[in-house]
C-alpha cells in the first residue's frame, strides 16, 4: 500500500535551516524520507548531525540570502523537487523612527529572495519535467498589522500574495505553492518578545492553547503541504497558531 504522507525518494531545499523553525521542518522532511539540503548564511552542522543521527539523509550548503538573487544556479542538476522558503529576519523600531536600511534589509530576504528563489526552483523543477513543492513561511503578521515591525509586516503579506499568485500560474504545471503561517513560537525572532515580561504575558493570554509554540508544531503542516496527500492544496496558507487567528 503507498503510503501519501511519504517523501521517500524526494530532494528538499530548506532555507534557514540552521536553527528555529527551519532547522525543525529540515528534521521533519527528513523523517518523512526526504533527503534535506540544508541552505543557510551559515552552515547547518547541527541540523545534519540531528537528522543523520535519526537515520536520515542531510547536507549543508552555504547562501546568504541578504543577496536577493543568492539562490541563481541552486537547483540546477541538483534534481530537488521541495523548497521551503523559511530564512527571515525581522527589525524593530516606531513606524516614525524606521531606517530605509532596516526596510531594506528585511524586503531583501524575506520578499524578494523568496521570490527569485523560488522562480529559480520552479525552472530547474519544469526543466527536469518534475514535479514541486513550494511552502512558503507567512506569519500571522501576514494578516494582522503588528507594532513596530513595519517592513516585516510588508514582506510578509507580500510572501501571503505571492503564494496565491505563484499557485495560479503553476498549479496546472505540477508545482504546488503552499504557506504556513506561524503563531507565535520560541526562536532566536521572538525573543525581544519573550525578553518583555508584559508583552510576553498578554500574547499568552490571547493563544487559545494556552501557550506559545515550539518550532516542531510547525513542521507537520509543512510536511504535510510537501506530501502527494497534499497534491489538490495549491495556494492555502494554514495557520498553525494554537488558536491566535480563531479568537
Ligand atoms: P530564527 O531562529 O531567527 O531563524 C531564521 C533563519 O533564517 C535562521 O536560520 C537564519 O540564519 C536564517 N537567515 C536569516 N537571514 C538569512 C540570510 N541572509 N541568508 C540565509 N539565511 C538567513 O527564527 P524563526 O522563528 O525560526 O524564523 C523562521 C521563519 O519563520 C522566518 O521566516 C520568520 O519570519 C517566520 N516566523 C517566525 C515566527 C515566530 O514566532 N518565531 C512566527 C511567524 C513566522 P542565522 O541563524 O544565521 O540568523
Redesign the pocket.
Given at each position: 500500500m503507498t503510503n501519501p504522507f511519504s517523501l521517500e525518494g524526494r530532494r528538499a531545499l530548506v532555507?534557514?535551516?540552521?536553527?528555529?523553525?527551519?532547522?525543525a521542518i529540515a528534521v521533519g522532511l527528513a523523517a518523512a524520507g526526504a533527503e534535506v539540503l540544508c541552505?543557510?548564511?551559515?552552515a547547518s552542522d547541527e541540523t545534519v548531525a540531528m537528522v543523520r543521527d535519526a537515520g536520515g539523509r542531510a547536507d549543508s550548503v552555504l547562501?546568504?540570502?541578504?543577496d536577493p538573487m543568492?539562490g541563481q544556479g541552486l537547483f540546477d542538476g541538483q534534481g530537488i523537487d521541495i523548497l521551503i522558503?523559511?530564512?527571515?529576519?525581522?527589525r524593530r523600531n516606531d513606524a516614525v523612527e524606521f531606517t530605509e536600511e532596516d526596510w531594506d534589509a528585511v524586503i531583501d530576504?524575506?520578499l524578494k529572495?523568496l521570490f527569485f528563489t523560488t522562480q529559480a526552483f520552479a525552472k530547474a523543477v519544469l526543466a527536469q519535467g518534475g514535479q514541486g513543492a513550494v511552502v512558503n513561511?507567512?506569519?500571522?503578521?501576514s494578516f494582522q498589522g503588528g507594532v513596530r515591525v513595519p517592513s516585516?509586516t510588508a514582506a510578509?503579506h507580500g510572501v501571503a500574495g505571492l503564494t496565491k499568485l505563484l499557485a495560479n500560474e503553476w498549479a496546472a504545471k505540477g508545482i504546488n505553492v503552499n504557506a504556513v503561517?506561524?503563531?507565535?513560537?520560541?526562536?532566536?525572532?521572538?525573543e525581544a518578545l519573550r525578553a518583555d515580561p508584559a508583552r510576553s504575558q498578554a500574547i499568552l493570554d490571547r493563544i487559545p492553547a494556552g501557550r506559545w509554540?515550539e518550532?516542531s508544531d510547525?513542521a507537520g503542516a509543512a510536511v504535510y503541504l510537501c506530501t502527494p496527500a497534499a497534491r489538490y492544496v495549491h495556494g492555502a496558507i494554514l495557520n498553525v497558531d494554537g488558536g491566535w487567528l480563531a479568537r
Open positions: 532555507t534557514g535551516a540552521n536553527t528555529g523553525i527551519g532547522q541552505a543557510g548564511r551559515r547562501v546568504d540570502f541578504a543568492a522558503n523559511n530564512a527571515g529576519i525581522i530576504v524575506n529572495a513561511i507567512a506569519s500571522l503578521l516585516y510578509k503561517a506561524p503563531g507565535y513560537i520560541v526562536t532566536n525572532n521572538t509554540g518550532a510547525i
